[in-house]
């Protein structure tokens, strides 16, 4: 069964930093490509950045570039995300996703998903 564990979440206040991880109990993690998601209260879920499996290439979304870094260890079958110059605006429930093959920005694209875990920026 395939699993997907985040992690890292917490409070901070703006201009902080924080480190997310999302451990997958994936066979071949480094067949999947990973992405990051967020939900806030009230709003739908957004894309933040994914990941191609060999890690060399990142997407990133417009509101969190230059800001957040992902990257992935596929040999302990880890993607984190380096959130730094964090805001308020990006308090949201974080959720990791894994398909096969090529990154997407599109949630729906996504076979596998964490639990999520809660970001709370405050001002």
């Known amino acids: 069964q395939v699993k997907l564990v985040e992690s890292g979440g917490g409070l901070v206040q703006a201009g902080g930093s924080l480190r997310l991880s999302c451990a997958a109990s994936l066979r071949t993690f480094s067949d999947y490509a990973v992405a ?3 939900q806030a209260p009230g709003k739908e879920r957004e894309f933040v950045v994914a990941i191609i499996r060999s890690g060399g290439i990142a997407y990133y979304a417009d509101s969190v570039k230059g800001r957040f870094t992902i990257s992935r260890d596929n040999a302990k079958n880890t ?17 990791c996703a894994a398909k096969p093959s ?3 920005t599109v949630a729906s ?10 970001v709370t920026v405050s001002s």
């Open 36 to 38: 990051w998601f967020r």
């Open 79 to 95: 993607v984190y995300l380096q959130m730094n110059s964090l805001k308020p605006e990006d308090t949201a429930i974080y959720y």
């Open 102 to 104: 090529s990154a997407t």
């Open 109 to 118: 694209s996504y076979d596998y998903w964490g639990q999520g875990t809660q």
